[in-house]
């Protein structure tokens, strides 16, 4: 356990002002949640590699590669956990806990090198990409806020300059987006994956607001698939093949494509309000499936891992929405992760042990949304849906900052 745990969480209580009804119950547990989750996902720290300090924090599935868990899984993994540290009260309270973030920047970099990090796909189903992504978030958010120690900053830069153009060398041929599964393999159309595209759209509109190269085509491209993906209730299914989808199984990627597309020009906020209300409506099949076996079950075909995914993405949703519009649905989102929370203070919707560094992570990020910095818009070319809100207008966080 770090140390200072309990002074710390006894300032964060302290300083936490009392509200009076129902509605408003679960909003001064808020600080404490987050410094204790944040606590957590520090103590969770491990090595796969065998070294002697913990500077990893590996997602774990079903899905292995050699018997192990694959680097994409582990540096994904680490980037979320890292991100979610980085974002909490606890960074800057605890030495222990940036000191932990900065193991984590430390495997990241010296592990995207890795041949199952190139900029490739191997065989049918390959998930380095979930690396890739989450990788690139964090580091830009870590470049963007200042807290890359000086002696890594160029090794920062270049990562994410190798990363931006490994997402655009490995966006799916002629339908664009991404997906981790690519039954026609890696060099013909396949169907994209929303829930994979939506965050690697995110982190590309965020790169481009840092000056990197980031190829229009590409992203302008995604944009189309997840636009075509939409069912005419606005669910959005498992891919963009057209399929039809039922709104239980479609709330957990949803309110994240309504973001992506929201943010690149082509959405509009009574959108994601739907996203949100089918979200809220549908919730409890999600919870039907957090904590249990295997993945992707009828009837509405969902797995335990869009938990928390799905609560995160809800979040900066939220954050989409006109000011006025947001606080019923915050309420809302708060009331359900302390519903499921642990009794370690942490979240997990898996069987897995380890996997509570991911669905913490999420979950602190998710208490912690309105509080963020405003994430990139995309400018959109001159042929994008004209109906959609003009990027000027685009709500932002109550934050106000649109900077870097």
């Not at 940036?98 to 189903?125: C, K, N, P, Q, W």
């Not at 912690?368 to 003009?390: E, F, H, M, V, Y």
């Amino acid at each position: 356990m770090i140390k200072g745990w309990g002074l710390l969480l006894a300032a964060v209580v302290a300083m936490t002002p009392t509200t009076s009804g129902d509605d408003d119950a679960a909003a001064p547990h808020v600080p404490a949640a987050m410094m204790r989750a944040a606590v957590l996902i520090a103590d969770m720290q491990e090595s796969l590699s065998g070294r002697d300090v913990g500077d990893e924090w590996p997602y774990e599935g079903v899905y292995r590669v050699g018997g192990q868990i694959p680097i994409g899984y582990r540096i994904g993994g680490t980037a979320l956990c890292s991100l979610a540290l980085l974002h909490s009260p606890a960074y800057a309270a605890s030495a222990e806990v940036a000191t932990a973030v900065e193991r984590g920047l430390g495997f990241i970099l010296d592990h995207l090198g890795d041949d199952l990090m190139s900029a490739g796909f191997r065989g049918t189903y390959d998930v380095r990409g979930w690396g890739q992504i989450y990788a690139l978030t964090f580091l830009l958010e870590a470049r963007a806020t200042e807290e890359v120690p000086k002696s890594r900053r160029a090794d920062v830069d270049n990562a994410i300059t190798r990363l931006v153009a490994a997402l655009q060398v490995t966006a799916i041929p002629k339908v664009g987006g991404w997906a981790y599964s690519r039954r026609k393999g890696y060099d013909e159309p396949n169907p994209a994956s929303p829930f994979m595209t939506a965050p690697a759209l995110l982190a590309l509109f965020e790169a481009a607001r840092q000056g990197e190269d980031v190829d229009r085509d590409t992203v302008e491209l995604a944009l189309g698939a997840l636009v075509s993906s939409r069912t005419a209730s606005g669910a959005v299914p498992y891919d963009s093949s057209g399929s039809d989808e039922r709104w239980p199984g479609a709330i957990g990627r949803t309110p994240a494509v309504e973001t992506a597309l929201l943010l690149g020009g082509r959405g509009h906020p009574d959108q994601i309000a739907t996203a949100l209300d089918a979200f809220f409506e549908h919730w409890s099949w999600l919870e039907q499936r957090r904590r249990q076996n295997g993945t992707h079950k009828a009837p509405y075909g969902v797995a335990p891992y869009y938990f928390f995914y799905a609560h995160y993405y809800a979040a900066l949703a939220i954050e989409m929405l006109p000011a006025e519009g947001r606080e019923g649905y915050r309420r809302q989102l708060l009331a359900r992760l302390f519903e499921v929370q642990e009794e370690s203070g942490g979240w997990n919707d898996r069987v897995f042990e380890r996997s509570e560094n991911f669905g913490t992570a999420m979950s602190l990020m998710a208490l912690g949304a309105p509080g963020q910095r405003s994430p990139a818009r995309w400018i959109p070319a001159p042929a994008a849906n004209t109906d959609a809100l003009p990027a000027d207008d685009a709500p932002a966080n109550e934050s106000g900052t649109d900077g870097r």
